[in-house]
């Protein structure tokens, strides 16, 4: 389902001399990390799986990795972060085994009502069929920009659930290639352009102004009601690329200077259960 450079991974782990090796990866590789686990255990390196949840590359599991008394940890499916880590961490992205263009052939008169000047954008699973995407949509007509990014993404096109800024480009409409809601929907959100997501995997394509749209107005109810509240507790991640303790201590300080109670709540896996007792 997904390319992931085994031989490459092996080599490097080799230069850092590494024996015990933890292998971190979202849910939909849990396979491809249990055939590297076996790979670099037949060439003389202990793996261990980790089996927490993973939300991206701003979420490294390398203080459990140095807990594991590992040399190494082994990030799958995502691309490089500068982050600062505890063990050495290899950055592996897992290119996806499915043809885009044959998704973007299926839905192009969809596209067409993006505008003739799109923004073409996707995450890096698909990343490195986003040439042949291109080459395809200017063959039909179309104009089509593909945004630089600034210093967090690792290639041109490539959007993260934190950041949209190759998607912010002189368009008419921005296609997202991939699967799933979270990135189109916030292309839809941070652009305010009409946003078209076409799924390489089924072929299908999802218009999501109207769903950003709801979700806006469900975030504009839920402040309009904090309005009336007089305790707030103020989240701050502690994962190592979402930590914003500097942030979330302004806004504890602005809610008491205008009189309510706040308190700074420190969260790992951020959950509507965890937070009943408060």
Known sequence: MHEVSSGEILETLRELNAKRVLIQTPEGLKGEAQSLADFLEENGIE?????????????????????LGCDALVHLGHSYMTLHLEVPTIFVPAFAKVDVVQALERNINEIRKLGRRIALVTTSQHIHQLVRAKEFLQKEGLDVVVGEGDSRVSWPGQVLGCNFTAAKVDAEGVLFIGAGYFHPLGVAIATRKPTLAVNPYSGDAIWMDREAERLVRKRWAQIAKAMDAQKFGVITSTKKGQLRLAEARRIVKLLREHGKYARLIA?????????EGF
């Open 47 to 67: 793996a261990i799986i980790s089996g927490d949840i993973n939300y991206g590359a701003c979420d490294p599991a390398d203080r459990e990795a140095k807990l």
């Open 267 to 275: 969260m790992n896996h951020i959950n509507y259960p965890a937070l």
